[in-house]
Every structure is written in C-alpha cells, then in structure tokens.
C-alpha cells in the first residue's frame, strides 16, 4: 500500500526518520502524493543518480500531466527544466559558458565586494539586525541581477515575486499565478530596452534564434532558480554553524576549509522541504527489486542520499575533511544545476566574509526561537537576528 506523503511539514531543517527507514529497506517505495495519485520515491544513492541520468526518466514527458506532486496544478512555461535531450542540450548550450568555472571566477572579485559592503551597511546599524534582509537575499539578487542585466534597484520586486511565486499551498495558488505573470511581464520589458546583460545578448544571438517569449522563460527561471536557493541556504548554513561552533572555530583558523565545509553543508542541509524533480518513465525500468512501469512517476528528495550510509560515514553529522564528498544537492545528470559553481562561490564568499569580519556574529536570541517558514518548497528561516 502506498505511503501517504509528504511525512508531515518540517518545522526546521530537520530530515523525516521515514527517509532513512525506507532507505535502510533499499526499495523505491510507493507513496500517495496529495496531488497527481502516486509516485515511487527514490531515496538511495545509486537509484536517485539513475533516475536523474537515465533517459528513460524523462522530464519532458511530465509537461501537461497531472503528475503526482505536494504543490496544487501550475500551467507553468516549458523551461530547460521540462525538456529532455537533445532539446535541453542546445538550450542548455546557449548559456552554460555563462555560468561555467572560468566565468564565476571572473565574478568573484564582483561577489566579495558586495559581500563586504553589504557587510558595512549591516555594521552601520544597532544590532539585533535581520541577517535575512540585510545579507542572505541580498548577495544573491544583485548577483543574478547583475548577470541578467536587471537593474539592482528592482530587487525589492524581484524579491515579493520570487517569494510568491514559490508559495506551496491550496490557497497560494491564484498568488503564484499572478506572481510569475508579473515577473515574465517585467522581464520582457527590459529584455526590450538596451540590456547589457544575458538576457540582451540571448536576444541578440542569432544561432540561438530566441523568441522574446523565450528570452523571458529563460530570465525568469534564471532569476527564481539563482536566488532563492542560493538565499536560503546562506541563512540556513549560518544557523547550522551557529549550532557547530568546533566547525566555526575550524575555518576561522584555517580559511582554507571553507570550500570543504560548504561542500558538507550542502550534503547536510534539506534544502527542499518534500520529494519533488519529477520524472516519468518512458519504458519499463528495473530498479533493484522494483519494476517501475513505463507511465510510472518517480519523484526524489535529495537529503535522502545525501545521507546514505553507504556513501558517507556518519552521515547525520557535519564533518569536516571527508575524504570524497559526492553529494548530490546540485541533482545529477543533464539537468545537473546550472548555477552550481556560481551558488559555490555565493556560499564560499557568504561564509567566510561573515566570520571573518564578525567573528562574534551570534543570534540576538536563542537558537529554538528562529522562525523558519511556512508552506514553502523551499525551507530558510524567515528572519535571523543577531548581532556581534
Ligand atoms: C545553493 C544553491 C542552489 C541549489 C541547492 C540548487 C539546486 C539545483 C538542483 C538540485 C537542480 C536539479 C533539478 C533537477 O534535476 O530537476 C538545479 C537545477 C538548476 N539550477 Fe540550481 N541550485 C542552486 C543555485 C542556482 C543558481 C545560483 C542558479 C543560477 C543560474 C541556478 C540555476 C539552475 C538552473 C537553470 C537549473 C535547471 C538546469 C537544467 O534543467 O538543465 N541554481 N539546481
């Protein structure tokens, strides 16, 4: 019988104990998703990176069905997430070099010095101060501002958009509609006027032979997919390290392990609040002891293998200096985030600028007073005040 999903909401970033049980079995289960009828969770290592790297989990054929989801029904646009190869690599094409290593490197200089000033303006004020507005939303959105070529001081609306958009609820519903209306409305406005960011020069691109339509769909993704994740988990990472404070201690001494401690920050933190990234089976597929038929929905919730014990030691703490860390909170395969080297750097510079120039940053109160949202996809606490 199948599993009535999702295991309750989180009030924090804890995990669900139903995710290492079903795990520890090693079969894909059957769970009733409160939308869309049933799907096969996949929680293992090994059987989450075939259903995101085997094409016979397709994305494209997810795109208008009633697929099993926690969300209600969206008509939402056919982006890079809904298309399968070779439709997705020659749109993937048209911006990946945008977002590659060679590229981020090139903006990091950018990224810390509004990290430092964000940092000044913050130390300009009587704490307690709010974290969240002062700093974790706003690195993010003036850094994928600034590649789109979206004018900075529009960010306050970007921000009430994104945050609308992702609301998860039966009664967000008609908000979320009109939230992403909005955005691809402002999009295509200044997508229209000289924009000397991506979205001018995708417009401007020949071979890529863009609409403006699809100019936007690519902008608004870009914008909702860059900031909001990149935001939550600065703020989850300093509430984790507020509880951590061996790990704090650790880097301070030694910056050098920042890269390693973001990396075990992503392994550890359930960024996604429910199983979602969907994907149907276009055949049958065996998968260990399980046959999932073709028209069959499997969905993922990636903490689940971030914290399979065959694959990472303890994998319910924080550890610094894993030998390897193969977590998969960028997802896996073709769809493998496309921002991952730029959220890296986000979250490197975010981390390091905050406790080294604070290095008594603390919260105001105490650490089980933090509110986390509600009814969101995505979990991040609502506010964080600390001072210093
Ligand atoms: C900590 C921050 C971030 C996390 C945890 C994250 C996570 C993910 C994950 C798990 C996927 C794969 C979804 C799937 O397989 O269906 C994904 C895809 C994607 N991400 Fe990110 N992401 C982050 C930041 C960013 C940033 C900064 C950008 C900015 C450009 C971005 C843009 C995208 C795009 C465009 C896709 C779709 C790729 C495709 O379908 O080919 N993400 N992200």
Redesign the pocket.
């Known amino acids: 019988m199948a599993c009535p999903y999702p295991f309750g909401e989180p009030v924090k970033l804890e995990l669900a104990p139903e995710y290492a049980r079903l795990r520890a079995a090693g079969v894909i289960s059957r769970i009733a998703m409160p939308h869309g009828g049933e799907a096969w969770l996949a929680t293992r290592h090994d059987h989450v990176r075939t259903v ?1 790297s085997d094409p016979r989990f397709s ?1 494209a054929a997810t795109v208008g069905r009633d697929m099993p989801r926690t969300a209600p029904a969206l008509k939402t646009d056919v982006d ?2 809904k298309l399968d190869p070779p439709e ?1 690599t020659r749109l ?1 094409r048209l911006i990946s070099h945008e ?1 590659s290593s060679h590229r981020v490197a090139g903006l990091v200089d950018r990224i810390q010095s509004t990290a430092d000033e964000l940092v000044d303006r913050m130390t300009a004020l009587d704490p307690p101060v709010d974290l969240v507005q002062h700093f974790a939303l706003a690195l ?1 959105i003036s850094t ?1 501002c600034e590649i789109l070529g979206v004018p900075a001081d529009d960010r306050k609306k970007f921000q009430s958009w994104s945050d609308r958009s992702l609301l998860m609820g039966e009664s967000g519903h008609d908000e979320v509609r009109s939230a992403r209306e909005e955005l691809k409305r402002y999009l295509l406005d200044i997508t229209r006027r000289r924009n000397p960011g991506l979205l001018g020069a995708l417009l401007r691109d020949e071979r890529g032979g863009l609409t403006e339509e699809e100019v936007v769909i690519f902008g608004s ?2 914008l909702v ?2 900031y909001e ?2 935001a939550c ?1 600065i703020s989850n990472f300093i509430c984790l390290l507020f509880s951590h404070q061996h790990l704090r201690e650790q880097v301070l001494a030694d910056p050098t392990l920042i890269p390693d401690l973001v990396e075990e920050l ?1 392994r550890f933190t359930p ?1 996604l609040s429910a199983a979602s ?1 969907a994907r149907l089976a276009t055949e049958d597929v065996r998968l260990g002891d399980v046959l999932i038929a073709a028209g069959d929905a499997v969905v993922i919730q ?1 903490a689940a293998p971030n914290r399979d014990p065959s694959i990472f030691d303890s994998p319910d703490e924080l550890v610094l200096g894993r030998r390897s860390n193969s977590h998969l ?3 896996y ?8 080297e ?2 890296r750097a ?2 490197r510079i975010a981390i390091g600028t905050l406790f080294t120039r604070l290095p008594d940053l603390r919260p105001a109160g105490s650490l089980a007073g933090i509110p986390f949202k509600k009814g969101r996809l995505i979990r991040g606490p609502e506010s964080l005040m600390v001072t210093w």
């Open positions: 995101l994305r890079l997430r997705h993937r977002f993010p994928i993704l870009l997919a860059g994740n990149t988990e992503l960024l990234f990636l909170a960028f997802g395969g073709p769809h493998y985030c496309l921002g991952a730029l959220a986000q979250l």
